[in-house]
């Protein structure tokens, strides 16, 4: 016996190719200048110099990172924690206000998929001959057509994965290995790995990474409220919707929308913006963009799709300035002055002091005690200095270390070991004190690190 057909649905949707429709308009225009500046800001930022190296550089073997005359070390780590805390807060206060603007004009998914879907328009043509093009059967246009499409986007995916290992690795010398066919390890890994990602999520998989990968779009309704600014359909003028008659008036009783739906066909996620506010929708605006343009064309008033608040749309006034606006703006405004004044009185210098593990104390032949610590002195000034190292709270310690004077190049570190002596009958069991560097050129420069020194019970 044959076996029945299956019926019912399946678990999952069948993925189906969004074939966008170019549109031109100013939020277009405005989106296309966000791509530029920050793909700009991106390939570029890593061939900028400032003062004889890399602008930009998190270099993780030295445990350095640069950013233009800031130089990070593993001490210094809360900056970019609180750098990274105020982007999140920003993140939260523009989708409070405006909705999605970080979706539509700046996500690097957003960004990338712009170049890619611009790069296969210019090889397989517009929405239309793509489509033709794909439903057609393989012939040596279709083949010539494909190969260069996908031979601009490895390329530029490549580019992308050098550019991307270029800000953890020196960029010029990183350049110069690829050059050369030396690239390997961890470098070689990274171009490969960063490079296919960008392939594959601005190339093939574009809306789903919206769709299905992004968190954002699943928890950005609770940042949403009735006065945030968002990408609207106006019901209320545009139902009920329907076409122009065949001498393009308009059908008695019928609203303005005239179901043309191309607000649809420039959709990047493919969704319909007239069933209201969908988590799909990166509010890229190009639904505005077509919407207007076809209300000019009809004679009639644009802004039947729009940038509004469900409190307009009610009737009702929008509220700018509400609690939780107000809140964001205290608290980003708090962090930012906060953060200014901790980068304007960091200490140019650092101090860690670790005890030698072999040997608690020592006696010498004299009968005075000695402990012997290792110092690590941080000099994050961009000049190099001389430190000399004293000991306060223990009296009559002796400080000795290998050179009196202990000469640290500019952001850099140096290890010396130290030890610490006293006479055998002024201390008994373990007291606290202070090793102090200070710099023989500027004695405001200097650091301070607690210590315990050992000697017989």
Not at 357 to 380: A, C, M
Request: net charge positive; with cysteine; aromatic share 12%.
């Amino acid at each position: 016996m044959k076996a029945d057909a299956p019926t019912g649905r399946g678990l999952y949707k069948a993925h189906q190719k969004v074939y966008a429709r170019e549109v031109g308009g100013r939020f277009v225009r405005l989106r296309n200048m966000a791509v530029v500046v920050l793909l700009g800001l991106y390939y570029g930022l890593p061939w900028l110099q400032w003062n004889g190296r890399q602008a930009l550089l998190f270099d993780l073997p030295a445990r350095k990172f640069y950013l233009f005359g800031l130089t990070i070390f593993p001490q210094d780590l809360y900056l970019l924690t609180w750098l990274l805390i105020m982007a999140a807060l920003s993140l939260f206060f523009f989708t409070a206000l405006a909705g999605r603007l970080w979706c539509g004009y700046a996500c690097p998914q957003t960004v990338w998929t712009e170049i890619f879907v611009w790069m296969e328009r210019l090889t397989e043509g517009n929405r239309s001959q793509q489509m033709k093009l794909d439903r057609g059967p393989w012939t040596r246009a279709k083949f010539a057509r494909k190969f260069a499409k996908q031979a601009l986007w490895i390329g530029f995916a490549g580019f992308t994965g050098m550019t991307f290992v270029g800000y953890f690795s020196p960029i010029h010398a990183l350049v110069g290995k690829i050059a050369g066919g030396t690239l390997a390890g961890w470098e070689l890994f990274w171009v490969i790995f960063y490079g296919f990602a960008t392939y594959g999520n601005a190339g093939f998989m574009r809306e789903q990474v919206c769709l299905y990968m992004c968190p954002y779009a699943r928890f950005q309704s609770a940042m949403f409220d009735r006065n945030t600014l968002i990408i609207s359909y106006d019901a209320k003028r545009g139902e009920p919707r329907g076409p122009l008659r065949h001498d393009s008036t308009r059908v008695e009783g019928k609203g303005d929308c005239i179901d043309c739906t191309l607000c649809v066909q420039v959709c990047p996620t493919g969704i319909d913006i007239r069933k209201g506010l969908q988590y799909e929708c990166i509010a890229c605006a190009a639904c505005i963009d077509a919407c207007d343009g076809v209300m000019k064309k009809v004679g009639l008033p644009v802004g039947l799709v729009r940038y509004g608040t469900q409190s307009e749309l009610d009737g009702t006034p929008t509220r700018i300035f509400r609690p939780r606006i107000l809140i964001y703006m205290a608290l980003l405004g708090a962090l930012l002055a906060g953060f200014a004044y901790a980068v304007a009185h960091r200490s140019l210098v650092d101090l860690d002091v670790l005890r030698d593990r072999n040997t608690l104390y020592r006696e010498l032949d004299d009968g005075r005690i000695e402990n012997v610590f290792t110092v690590r002195i941080i000099n994050k000034d961009q000049h190099a200095h001389a430190f000399r190292l004293s000991a306060s709270g223990l009296p009559n310690a002796i400080v000795d270390s290998d050179d009196g004077a202990q000469a640290v190049e500019a952001e850099n570190v140096k290890s010396i070991v130290v030890r610490v002596r006293i006479p055998a009958y002024q201390e008994h069991g373990g007291k606290n004190f202070v090793i102090t560097a200070q710099a023989l050129d500027d004695p405001s420069l200097q650091a301070k690190s607690r210590a315990r020194f050992y000697s017989k019970p």
